[in-house]
């Protein structure tokens, strides 16, 4: 260990609108020693996600520790389950350092992979992916030839669902995202066959132009327009996996619904929510599929990375703000 002090980060206030770097204050303490049952993680790296936005209006206790998916280093065990050394996935996040104890809370071991960085457990190959695998595997049940949209596309879900549904043999693959760098990223490098971005026009119009015959499923990581563009654009007995909908987290009333919401019916759609805690089951089942592919080159973990954990907050706000290509994550 480098240091006696932990950091730990708080949200003081409740945000109106977009939050700002006041909500939150940096607390120093002496870094904690182990009780029975426990063990000291020094953290390597944490994820900041758009569910944060969702709890800091109520379910994050003001002055407070706050939660986020985060690995670390055990370097101090009193717990039988954890030996110093082993890499920890837990959600003791926004801290340096936390107290954890093996399987409670989603703590685990991760499994080391040769020539697989780290911070893909906190990207492709850990929550977010496994997002996108549950989404497009589950939810969607996705069909070698079939023809995908997904909004948010170039971030941590998005990019994650690209190259997995070109992994699963997917036809057209179709994605938004809010700048025309990130248009060419998702073309250029993940693997999608089209993208816009969504300030180009109506979302309906730029959709159909981007995939003039239709599309079979649809992962939903926006909500409001993007999800009305999807309805008009996806075929008879077409599936959509509702991720996310960051078109209404800073806003203090939902946006409309989708205007076109019936065809629901006059379609025969699916409409069903992912909750990634439902499919932690599949956690094996999705590294033996993807390991083999980022081994290979076939798949990059990717990441947005800001350097240094004093700059978490900073990288949260950018987050927000769409400032990330791929998944925002903080190194020590």
Known sequence: MTT??????HQIARPTGFPSASDFA???APVPAPGP????????????????????DGGWALNSPLEGRTIGRVVASRDAGLAE??????????????????????????????????FAHLSILGGTGLTAYAALTRTLRLQAGEDLFVSAAAGGVGTA????????GAGRIVGSAGSAEKVRYLTERVGYDAAFDYHDGPVAELLAKAAPTGIDAYVDNVGGGHLEGAIAALRESGRIAWVG??????????????????????KSLRLEGVLVRNHASLQGEFEDFLVPHLHSGAVTADVTV???FERIVE??????????????LIAA
């Open 4 to 9: 006696h002090t932990a950091l730990t980060v």
């Open 26 to 28: 940096f607390t120093e």
């Open 37 to 56: 049952g426990q063990a000291l993680v020094e953290n390597l790296y944490w994820s900041v996600d758009p569910y944060h936005r969702e709890e800091m």
């Open 85 to 118: 050394g082993d890499l920890v996935f837990h959600r003791a996040g926004w801290r340096t350092h936390a107290l954890v104890t093996a399987g409670a809370d989603g703590t685990r071991t991760l499994r080391e992979y040769r020539g697989v960085p780290l």
């Open 161 to 168: 669902a690209g190259r997995i549904a070109r992994l699963l």
């Open 245 to 266: 909908a960051i078109a209404q987290y800073n806003t203090a009333e939902p946006p409309p619904a989708p205007r076109n919401l019936f065809d629901v019916v006059g």
């Open 306 to 308: 800001v350097q240094g």
């Open 315 to 328: 990288a949260f706000l950018g987050m927000l703000r769409g400032e990330n290509t791929g998944k925002m």
